[in-house]
């Protein structure tokens, strides 16, 4: 269920979208449609939208559970710092299994990891390797993708994941933890060398060992959280955040 809000004196207001839906071949009717100021104040467009959401989620199916392979992953992978070879060898390899068999993994054009040279040995791929998607291009084609990406900023880059289509995000810690996105968890990991670090009691895992341990280390924590028998830390603490970008030309007054 999607619904576009207005706020009601903007550019890109709700009769754009509605033209460029047209032109897209996608249906208006489809989604709801909701104006802070032709609704009568936030207030009223609030109660509007809780209406519309209400009726929408009745009339859907209830979901069932499957099980699935490495075909149905959607996974998105950031880093904060440096990766060490051993995780940046194990996120690779795991990178190049899920795409071969189908699924699909993205990672952020400006990411650490794309000139880590365990990584892109790995994989493979060129370093600074131009991006195969937009930001926050919705992705349709199961493969590695690199996503373009104007950010540096943690939140930005994050929602830009989310809006590709990514159900799961690792994201590698190497000086602090991180927050986590409103709706898509967040499997925050680090290496366990050097040890004792006193961001690592956020941590969702710690890795050790080889590469080979470590994927596997990994791959038990992707089952458990797309299985939703296990939620990342950040997500029950409700240490979220979230930011549309505002490109590299855009300024806050």
Do not use: Y
């Amino acid at each position: 269920a999607c619904l576009v809000l207005e706020h009601g004196c903007e550019i890109s207001h709700n009769d754009f979208w509605r033209l460029r839906m047209g032109e897209a071949g996608l249906n208006p009717k489809e989604v709801g449609w909701a104006s802070v100021q032709l609704d009568g104040g936030i207030q009223r467009v609030l109660a509007n939208i809780e209406a519309w959401f209400t009726a929408e989620c009745q009339k859907l199916s209830k979901p069932e559970a499957t099980t699935a392979g490495f075909s149905a992953v959607r996974l998105g992978i950031m880093a904060e710092g440096d990766v060490d070879q051993n995780t940046a060898f194990a996120l690779a390899t795991l990178s190049q299994q899920i795409a071969s068999a189908g699924g699909t993994v993205i990672l952020p054009a400006n990411d650490p990891l794309v000139v880590n040279d365990a990584f892109v040995q790995t994989l493979p791929m060129e370093k600074n390797e131009p991006p195969t998607a937009a930001f926050a291009q919705r992705v349709t084609k199961p493969s590695f993708h690199l996503m373009a990406n104007p950010a540096s900023s943690w939140s930005e880059t994050m929602t830009g994941l989310g809006a590709a289509g990514v159900e799961l995000i690792i994201a590698v810690c190497s000086r602090h933890a991180q927050q986590s996105h409103p709706f898509i968890p967040v499997l925050q990991v680090a290496s366990q060398d050097p040890p004792s670090r006193p961001f690592h009691a956020d941590m969702d895992l710690l890795l050790a060992g080889d590469a080979p341990q470590r994927m596997e280390q990994l791959l038990v924590q992707l089952s458990a959280v797309l299985s939703r028998t296990k939620t990342p830390k950040a997500g029950r603490e409700n240490n979220i955040s979230f930011q549309i970008t505002r490109g590299q030309l855009g300024v806050s007054l």
